[in-house]
Nanobody, 128 residues
Framework: VQLQASGGGLVQAGGSLRLSCAASGRTFRRYAMGWFRQAPGKEREFVAVISWNGGSIYYADSVKGRFTISRDNAKSTVYLQMNSLKPEDTAVYYC??????????????????????WGKGTLVTVSS
């Protein structure tokens, strides 16, 4: 299983980026897919998750109204559209895929990392 994330980079505050994560190695249709991030010196934190059928979506409070998660099951790919970026959004963003809970209903819990697969991360830097 491989999760290949892309789309990170350097952007000015107020700008936008779109992250993508393509999963391969098996069928991921009944898997929740989403994103975590880890800023320098901080713990990894939940960002967003989308259920296997796209019917349930959760966001961290810090990104609600600015980030949008979506998925394309035909491509086994999850996306994160990030708008109105702030310097505090600077972090390495990790995509994640989990089959134990296809709705990702526990991802938002503090320090919840019981997830099947993790990508290697893509760096997002937001300058002020």
């Amino acid at each position: 299983v491989q999760l290949q994330a892309s789309g990170g980079g350097l952007v000015q505050a107020g700008g936008s980026l779109r992250l993508s994560c393509a999963a391969s190695g098996r069928t991921f249709r009944r898997y929740a897919m989403g994103w975590f991030r880890q800023a320098p010196g901080k713990e990894r934190e939940f960002v967003a998750v989308i259920s296997w059928n796209g019917g349930s979506i959760y966001y961290a409070d810090s990104v609600k109204g600015r980030f949008t998660i979506s998925r394309d099951n035909a491509k086994s790919t999850v996306y994160l559209q990030m708008n109105s970026l702030k310097p505090e959004d600077t972090a390495v963003y990790y995509c994640a895929v989990d089959g134990k809970d296809p709705y990702g209903s526990r991802w938002y819990l503090s320090h919840y990392y019981d997830i099947d697969y993790w990508g290697k991360g893509t760096l997002v830097t937001v300058s002020s």
